[in-house]
Nanobody, 119 residues
Framework: QVQLVESGGGLVQAGGSLRLSCAVS????????MDWYRQAPGTQRELVAA???????NYADSVKGRFTIFSDSAKNTVYLQMDSLKPEDTAVYYC?????????????WGQGIQVTVSS
C-alpha cells in the first residue's frame, strides 16, 4: 500500500519561508510525477507545483518566482520550498504522486498539512 506523509507546515509571518516535505513509502515500482496542491476554505483545490521523474517542473502563476519544487529520488521525497510567503498562500497543502506499482498507475494523496501566513 502506497502512503504519502507530509511535514513542514505551520504558521509564518508574511515574507517568511517554509519548506514542505512529502515522503512516499510502500510497495511500488517507480514514481512518475509528484505534485503539490492547496485548498483554502471555500475554494477548489488547485495545483501549485509539479515535477516529473525527469525533473521537469511546472508552477501556478501565483507562485512563480517564490516557490520551488524539487525531489530526492533516493529518498522518494518531494519538497516545496516556499519563500516570500503571502497571506493568500494560507491553505491546506496536499502532496500527490502518480505511482506505478508494476501493474498499474495509482493516484496517491497525502493527508494534507496546514500552512498559515499571517499579515
Amino acid at each position: 500500500q502506497v502512503q504519502l506523509v507530509e511535514s513542514g507546515g505551520g504558521l509564518v509571518q508574511a515574507g517568511g519561508s517554509l519548506r514542505l516535505s512529502c515522503a512516499v513509502s510502500g510497495g511500488f515500482f517507480r514514481i512518475d510525477a509528484m505534485d503539490w496542491y492547496r485548498q483554502a476554505p471555500g475554494t477548489q483545490r488547485e495545483l501549485v507545483a509539479a515535477i516529473t521523474s525527469r525533473g521537469i517542473t511546472n508552477y501556478a502563476d501565483s507562485v512563480k518566482g517564490r516557490f520551488t519544487i524539487f525531489s530526492d529520488s533516493a529518498k522518494n521525497t518531494v519538497y516545496l520550498q516556499m519563500d516570500s510567503l503571502k497571506p493568500e498562500d494560507t491553505a491546506v497543502y496536499y502532496c500527490n504522486a502518480d505511482v506505478f506499482t508494476g501493474v498499474r498507475t495509482i493516484d496517491a494523496w497525502g493527508q494534507g498539512i496546514q500552512v498559515t501566513v499571517s499579515s
